[in-house]
Nanobody
Framework: QVQLVESGGGLVQPGGSLRLSCAAS????????VRWYRQAPGAERELVAT????????NYVDSVKGRFTISRDNAKNMVYLQMNSLKPEDTAVYYC???????WGQGTQVTVSS
């Protein structure tokens, strides 16, 4: 069974950094583009960043451009989201998603608060 497991979330002060990880298992992530989404309380799930299967193409929602970086290590079957200069409005549950498989992880909570 395809599995995606996010980790790395937590509580951080404004201006801080976190690195989220998405571990893929029971499939080879190198064959697929991957996305990070987030969902804040009471809000719809929002696309944050995308990365192509080879890592050469990335895209970001305007609100995180210049602060977040999506990357991947296909040898480790991992995808990452480096988040810098975090703001309270970045508070959400963050999910990784593989569109061609239609599979979501369980999410990891990120809370930005002083």
């Amino acid at each position: 069974q395809v599995q995606l497991v996010e980790s790395g979330g937590g509580l951080v002060q404004p201006g801080g950094s976190l690195r989220l990880s998405c571990a893929a298992s029971r499939f080879t992530v190198r064959n697929y583009g991957v996305r990070w989404y987030r969902q804040a309380p009471g809000a719809e799930r929002e696309l944050v960043a995308t990365i192509s299967n080879d890592g050469r193409s990335t895209n970001y929602v305007d609100s995180v451009k210049g602060r977040f970086t999506i990357s991947r290590d296909n040898a480790k079957n991992m995808v990452y989201l480096q988040m810098n200069s975090l703001k309270p409005e970045d508070t959400a549950v963050y999910y990784c998603y593989v569109p061609l498989l239609g599979h979501w992880g369980q999410g990891t909570q990120v809370t930005v608060s002083s």
